[in-house]
């Protein structure tokens, strides 16, 4: 432990290899950075191209590598992000070789932490023997999920009391016991040997696995999430008070991008001054912004589906579509002579768009996204209603909270948790969601709107000085000084 008390506080920052994990850390990283924190990220050489021009572009943050030993669990060497899991079609197998390595990166980790002797470390909840390398080395881990309140304190009652064994089928839907509000759920909506489609060997390595990341979060020293106070202050509260957490809200951190919202996370693959020029054309609220962030990877047939519906919305739009849907299909899901049709009124972003930036200009209306909780957040932030398409990991948690708590989402569909995307949602219903969410004419999206806008200067005020996330992140800041 650090024994000078005139010398800057050293944070370490371990983010998972995912884009969704990589670019709020990333933030996070600046945040700390921007008070006065001497900053370190850690992660592998293909991964630090991804925000080294993020992080050049504010205050000084140094980062240090290590190598990511792909190839020791099945897997090609140029795989360093979940990315290409997903990408190349690896499924549940390939998320578990991922993990195992992911776990072997602990021995080169804990040798950067005895050269570097940081004051704490913020590592991710992906890494659950973090906890243990901070300790060995007499510094507090802090533990970043990425995800909501909400979505912290429904998971741990789903953990902890298995409503899902007291129903008699898949469909049959539970409360989730002990939350602020009455949730239901179906099993359809977890992860399950059936949804991941995974051997037995697997789900038991995986079964282990997150039951140490369950035990990681109560053990460490608390709890840093990107997420604002004014958004769920019960699921604040209920985590702190009830289920004895201690955490930080510091979010939305994306708002720290003020210099330049174009660079964050890759390299875009259209120009910002393309993109604006594009934006600033139309009338505001005129124009739906659809992306499923970095991991899903949809099949053709749903791809296919997706462009009917838009097409058939007659809305303006800019749809986000991966590489990999390039690579493997070509434009073969593309309906024949779609991007002619819809031009002028329409914009496919083949590869990465800067998604904050489009998300805040005045034309976008609305959002269609997967409620991964970073693009949630950013619509949050960006004031917009949403229409929700959950697939995995902590999306369905998040869409209940869209939809219920806060009342800003219209739901299109994705009713079961998988790897693949899930089950192919219907062109009308894409059709039929994106009208709704564009109209002006229903008074109960109006209402969503209206909500929808408050929440995001309420998002704003959060991370000005005095607001409650610029509070909570001093309070930490101080904390962690006094522990030095
Ligand atoms: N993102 C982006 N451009 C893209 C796709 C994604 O900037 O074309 C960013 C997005 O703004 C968000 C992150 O990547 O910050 C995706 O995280 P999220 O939690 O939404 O989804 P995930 O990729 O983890 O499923």
Redesign the pocket.
């Known amino acids: 432990m650090a024994n000078s008390t005139d010398r800057l506080l050293h944070v370490y920052f371990f983010p998972f290899l995912?884009?969704?994990h990589l670019?709020?850390t990333v933030d996070m990283a600046k945040l700390f950075a921007g008070r006065g924190v001497k900053t370190t990220i850690v992660t592998t050489p293909l991964n630090a191209p991804n925000f080294s021009a993020t992080t050049t572009t504010g205050p000084d943050i140094q980062t240090r590598l290590i190598d990511f030993p792909a190839a020791e669990f099945g897997l090609p060497a140029e795989c360093q992000n979940l990315e290409f899991i997903s990408a190349h079609n690896k499924g549940w197998e390939g998320v578990s070789q991922f993990t195992r390595a992911a776990v072997a990166l602990r021995e080169p980790f804990e040798k950067l932490l005895e050269q570097d002797r940081p004051d704490c470390l913020v590592a991710d909840m992906l890494f659950p023997w973090a906890t243990e390398s901070a300790a060995k080395f007499g510094i507090p881990r802090l533990i970043f999920h990425?995800t909501s309140f909400f979505a912290l304190a429904a998971g741990d009652a789903v953990a902890t009391h298995e409503p899902q064994n007291r129903v008699s089928s898949d469909d049959e839907s539970f409360v989730i016991p002990g939350l602020p509000d009455e949730v239901r759920f179906t099993r359809r909506q977890l992860p399950s040997r059936q949804t991941t489609g995974s051997s037995e060997k697997e789900e038991d390595f995986m079964f282990e696995f997150f039951k140490r990341v369950g035990e990681s979060s109560s053990e460490c020293f608390g709890t840093v999430v990107n997420s604002f106070y004014e958004l769920e202050p019960a699921y604040a509260d209920h985590y702190r008070r009830v289920l004895g957490r201690r955490s930080w809200h510091v979010g939305p951190v994306?708002l720290c991008n003020a210099d330049d919202r174009a660079v964050?996370?890759k390299e875009a693959t259209i120009g910002r001054d393309e993109c604006l020029k594009w934006l600033d054309s139309k009338e505001p609220n005129t124009v739906v912004y659809v992306?499923f962030?970095?991991?899903?990877k949809f099949s053709a047939e749903q791809m296919r589906e997706i462009a009917i519906g838009i097409e058939a919305s007659e809305c303006q739009f800019i749809w986000?579509v991966r590489e990999c849907h390039q690579e493997d299909d070509g434009n073969n899901w593309l309906p024949e002579g779609f991007e002619d049709r819809t031009s002028g009124r329409g914009m496919i972003?083949r590869g990465?768009?800067?998604?904050?930036l489009i998300l805040d200009h005045a034309a976008i209306g609305a959002l269609v996204t997967?409620y991964?909780?970073?693009?949630?957040l950013?619509g949050i932030t960006a004031g917009l209603p949403m229409v929700t398409w959950p697939v995995m990991a902590d999306q369905f948690y998040n869409e209940k909270l869209v939809t219920e708590v806060v009342r800003i989402g219209v739901s299109v569909g994705g009713r079961e948790w998988s790897v693949d995307g899930g089950g192919t949602v219907g062109h009308a219903a894409v059709e039929s969601a994106l009208r709704r969410v564009m109209s002006r004419e229903v008074e109960e999206v109006m209402g969503m709107h209206r909500r929808a806008k408050a929440l995001g200067e309420m998002a704003r005020k959060a991370v000005e000085e005095g607001g409650s996330s610029y509070f909570d992140l001093s309070a930490l800041i101080e904390e962690l000084r006094s522990q030095t």
């Open positions: 995912a884009h969704g670019i709020p990425g994306s964050r996370g992306s962030g970095s991991i899903v986000v972003i990465w768009a800067p998604q904050v997967h991964g909780w970073n693009s949630t950013e």
